[in-house]
Nanobody, 124 residues
Framework: QVQLVESGGGLVQAGGSLRLSCAASGRTFTSYDMGWFRQAPGKEREFVAAISWSGANTYYADSVKGRFTISRDNAKNTVALQMDSLKPEDTAVYYC?????????????????WGQGTQVTVSS
């Protein structure tokens, strides 16, 4: 049974930082790409950032480029999302997801396992 468990969400003021973490179990972590997605109320779930199985390749949505950093620790089966210079429009539930390694890190439909999500709220 694959499990992805996110942590680190919370309430922060605009301009502040948060670090999300996702712990994975149940599959060979190093065989899978990992991604972060988010969903705001009334909106579709959208891509935020992703990292390839080795960590060699990363990809970011334009809206977070230069502010967010994704990383992974294959020895600990974890992936993190460092979020700096947060804006109110970053408010959403953030989801960790995994997929078999391949093309198109940003493609939501290729991710086959998802965590339960963690709330991030940025106040103005």
């Amino acid at each position: 049974q694959v499990q992805l468990v996110e942590s680190g969400g919370g309430l922060v003021q605009a301009g502040g930082s948060l670090r999300l973490s996702c712990a994975a179990s149940g599959r060979t972590f190093t065989s899978y790409d990992m991604g972060w997605f988010r969903q705001a109320p009334g909106k579709e779930r959208e891509f935020v950032a992703a990292i390839s199985w080795s960590g060699a390749n990363t990809y970011y949505a334009d809206s977070v480029k230069g502010r967010f950093t994704i990383s992974r620790d294959n020895a600990k089966n974890t992936v993190a999302l460092q979020m700096d210079s947060l804006k109110p429009e970053d408010t959403a539930v953030y989801y960790c997801a995994s997929r078999p390694s391949g093309y198109g890190l940003w493609l939501k439909d290729l991710y086959d396992y998802w965590g339960q999500g963690t709330q991030v709220t940025v106040s103005s």
